[in-house]
């Protein structure tokens, strides 16, 4: 059975940096990719970044790019997202997810087509005080 984890959420001012970590049991992790998303209370979901099973290929939502950097190692099934000049609009709940299918990589369409991903974690809580 697949189990996906997300852990590094906190609280944070205005300003501040933030990394996430998700781990993967279950799966090759290596041959997956995955992905961020958040959801802020009374919003929807939001696709925030994305990464290729190897780690070559990144994309990034508009509102966080410049500021986060996902990241992988393959090495330790780990994956991280680096959260810098963090915002109140930031706040959210944040979701890992890995792809259904093993070796391939949907870029930016993840972010419309979230169910794409067929594994996800129970999120880790980010807040940004202003």
């Known amino acids: 059975q697949v189990q996906v984890v997300e852990s590094g959420g906190g609280l944070v001012q205005a300003g501040g940096s933030l990394r996430l970590s998700c781990t993967t049991t279950?799966?090759?992790?290596?041959?997956?990719?995955m992905g961020w998303f958040r959801q802020a209370p009374g919003k929807e979901r939001e696709g925030v970044a994305c990464i290729s099973w190897g780690g070559s290929t990144k994309d990034y939502s508009e509102s966080v790019k410049g500021r986060f950097t996902i990241s992988r190692d393959n090495a330790k099934n780990v994956m991280y997202l680096q959260m810098n000049s963090l915002k109140p609009e930031d706040t959210a709940m944040y979701y890992c997810?890995?792809?259904?299918?093993?070796?391939?990589?949907?870029?930016?369409?993840?972010?419309?087509?979230?169910?794409?991903?067929?594994?996800w974690g129970q999120g880790t809580q980010v807040a940004v005080s202003s």
């Open positions: 279950g799966l090759t992790f290596e041959a997956y990719s």
């Open positions: 997810a890995a792809d259904r299918f093993p070796r391939s990589y949907y870029g930016v369409n993840y972010f419309h087509n979230p169910q794409r991903f067929g594994h």
